[in-house]
């Protein structure tokens, strides 16, 4: 599967911003999917994550109740929702997809096989 997000930009602090990442092929439904980031000069670390049906999503506690993850399977489309935003948020955000069948959902790297390029989120404070 090919990942493309986008929708980052530049934003003032407490705004808002929705990530999409839309992937080719026709099975995107067997995929769970995740939202990671990285800032300058940090290690990537994930953000939210979410199963193939969209029943169940789980966040990193930094996203206290700010970003919600949804996803389209009919549009083979994953969103990030990101509301509240700081400049702690600043980052590039990746969307990543993972296909082991013995995994409903994973929250780190390791558990993804396939990643987007990634798009800019800045937050001038």
């Known amino acids: 599967v090919q990942l493309q997000a986008s929708g980052g930009g530049l934003v003032q602090a407490g705004g808002s911003l929705r990530l999409s990442c839309a992937a080719s092929?026709?099975?995107?439904?067997?995929?769970?999917m995740g939202w990671f980031r990285q800032a300058p000069g940090k290690e990537r670390e994930f953000a939210a994550a979410?199963?193939?049906?969209?029943?169940?999503?789980v966040y990193a506690d930094f996203v206290k109740g700010r970003f919600s993850i949804s996803r389209d399977n009919a549009k083979n489309t994953v969103y990030l929702q990101m509301n509240s935003l700081n400049a702690e948020d600043t980052a590039v955000y990746f969307c990543?997809?993972?296909?082991?069948?013995?995994?409903?959902?994973?929250?780190?790297?390791?558990?993804?096989?396939?990643w987007g390029q990634g798009t800019q989120v800045t937050v001038s404070s």
């Open positions: 990543a997809a993972g296909s082991r069948s013995y995994r409903n959902i994973g929250r780190v790297s390791n558990d993804y096989d396939y």
């Open positions: 979410i199963s193939r049906s969209g029943g169940t999503t």
């Open positions: 092929g026709r099975t995107f439904s067997s995929y769970f």
